[in-house]
C-alpha cells in the first residue's frame, strides 16, 4: 500500500510502499477514503514531541472495513467507520470509570507496519493514518451510517470531539455562560460552536489574524478580539461586565495563550487546557492569584470523548444542521499532495484539510 512516510523530523513526507501486517486478535484492518491533517501531526512531523523514525502519522480519518481480527464481533467487512487515536483496553480503572481517553494500558511498542525490506515503521499515534490502509484496535473505530460523507465524517474523529468535547465533557458548561475561546483552528472552532449548542450567552473569540475572527463568528462566536492588541484583556473584560468568562478554552499549543487565559477568566472561573505545546514549553503561573480566585485549571484530552456515546450525538447534531461540519474543509488533496497540504496546513488560516484516497472516489 502507498502511505506518506517521515523519514526525517522537520522535512517532507516521502509517498512510498510499506508493508501491512494482517489484523491480530482484536484488531480491524481499515481502507481509508480520507483523513484531515491536524496540528498534532505536524507537531510530530516537526519533531517537536520526538519519536522514533520512519514513521506514518495521521488520526483523523475514516473508510470501511475490509479484514476483521479474531474475536471482533461488533463490525462487518465493509462497513463504514471512523478511524480515531483513541485506544482502551475497557479494563482499567480509567476505561471503568468511563474515561477512555485515559486509557492505563500502555499497550506494546508493535506496529503493523514495514518497508517492504522488512524494516520496521512507527505507527503514529498507533494509528498511521497517511496511509491508504490501518490496521487499528476495534477500540479505535466507531460506526457511520451509509449516507454520511466520508471526507466529512473523519473530522469527527480528532478535531470535533476535542473541541465539542472540551465544552460538553470536560467542562461540562451549563447554559447561559460566557465563554472565551483562544485559537479559532480546527479546534477552536469546534469549541465555539460546541459552546453555541451548549446555550453559552456571550462566546468571545480570540486570535492573531483578524480574518479567523470573522470566521469565528460564522461558528457561534458572539464577538472577536484580536488577541495582539495591547488592550485586548480590557477589550474581553468590557464585554464581560468588568468580570471575565466564566469559561476560557484554550485550544492552541501556545504558552502565551495560556499566560493570556489566566487574565481572562472571572473569580471561580476555569480554564479548559485543549492546545498541546511542545514537551519542554512551560507557563508561568501566580497560584497565589489562582488560589484567592479560586480558579480551575483543566486538561481536556480529545475532549474526554467516549465513541459510542459522543460520536451518534454530533451525527444527530449535524443532521439537525447545528453541527457544521461540511464547512470546516478548507480544500482536500489527493495523498501524492500531502506536502502541499501540510505547508498549507503550517502556514494557518486553514480550517481543516482533507487527504482523498483512492478508495473514496469508488464509494457509492
Known amino acids: ?24 486478535r482484536g484488531e480491524v484492518e481499515v481502507t481509508l477514503a480520507a483523513c484531515a491533517i ?11 514531541w520526538g519519536g522514533s523514525l ?19 464481533t461488533d463490525y462487518r467487512i465493509g462497513q463504514r ?16 470509570d468511563g474515561r477512555p481517553v485515559r486509557c492505563e494500558a500502555g499497550g506494546t511498542e508493535y506496529s503493523p507496519l514495514s518497508l517492504p525490506d522488512g524494516t520496521p515503521v512507527t505507527q503514529g499515534m498507533k494509528t498511521g493514518a497517511f496511509a491508504e490502509k490501518v490496521v487499528v484496535d476495534a477500540s479505535q473505530l466507531a460506526p457511520l451510517p451509509d449516507d454520511m460523507p466520508l471526507d466529512v465524517a473523519a473530522l469527527l474523529a480528532c478535531g470535533v470531539i476535542t473541541g465539542v468535547g ?15 475561546v ?72 501556545a504558552v502565551m495563550a495560556y499566560e493570556q487565559a489566566l487574565g481572562l477568566t472571572a ?37 474526554g470523548t467516549v465513541l459510542r456515546r459522543d460520536i451518534p450525538r454530533l451525527i444527530d447534531l449535524y443532521r439537525q444542521g447545528r453541527l457544521k461540519l461540511d464547512d470546516l474543509i478548507s480544500n482536500r488533496y489527493p495523498l501524492a499532495r500531502i506536502n502541499e497540504a501540510i505547508a498549507d ?16 472516489e469508488g464509494l457509492p
Open 81 to 96: 467507520v471512523l478511524v480515531t487515536l483513541i485506544r482502551s483496553c475497557g479494563t482499567c480503572q480509567c476505561c471503568a
Open 182 to 253: 483562544i485559537g479559532t483552528g480546527g479546534v477552536g472552532l469546534n469549541t465555539i460552536q460546541g459552546a453555541r449548542i451548549a446555550g453559552a450567552r456571550h462566546i468571545i473569540a480570540l486570535d492573531v489574524a483578524p480574518e479567523k475572527l470573522e470566521a469565528a463568528r460564522e461558528f457561534g462566536a458572539t464577538d472577536g478580539v484580536l488577541a495582539t492588541d495591547p488592550d485586548a484583556r480590557a477589550q474581553v473584560l468590557a464585554l464581560t461586565g468588568g468580570r471575565g468568562a466564566e469559561y476560557v478554552f484554550v485550544t492552541v499549543g
Open 166 to 180: 472540551a465544552v460538553f465533557n470536560t467542562a461540562a458548561m451549563p447554559a447561559g455562560v460566557t465563554a472565551v
Open 267 to 303: 473569580p471561580g472561573g476555569t480554564i479548559i487546557m485543549a492546545g498541546m505545546t511542545g514537551n519542554d514549553d512551560y507557563m508561568r503561573l501566580n497560584p497565589m492569584m489562582v488560589a484567592y480566585l479560586e480558579q480551575r485549571l483543566i486538561g481536556s484530552k480529545m475532549g
Open 54 to 72: 520512519p514513521a506514518v502519522y495521521g488520526h483523523e480519518a475514516a473508510g470501511f472495513v475490509t479484514t476483521l481480527g479474531e474475536g471482533v
Open 38 to 48: 491536524c496540528h498534532s501531526d505536524l507537531h510530530f512531523i516537526e519533531g517537536a
Open 1 to 24: 500500500m502507498k502511505a506518506a512516510l517521515c523519514t526525517r523530523f522537520n522535512a517532507p513526507l516521502e509517498i512510498t510502499e510499506l508493508s501491512l501486517a494482517a489484523p491480530m
Open 345 to 360: 496546513t503550517a502556514k494557518g488560516g486553514t480550517r481543516r484539510n482533507v487527504i482523498l484516497f483512492d478508495a473514496f
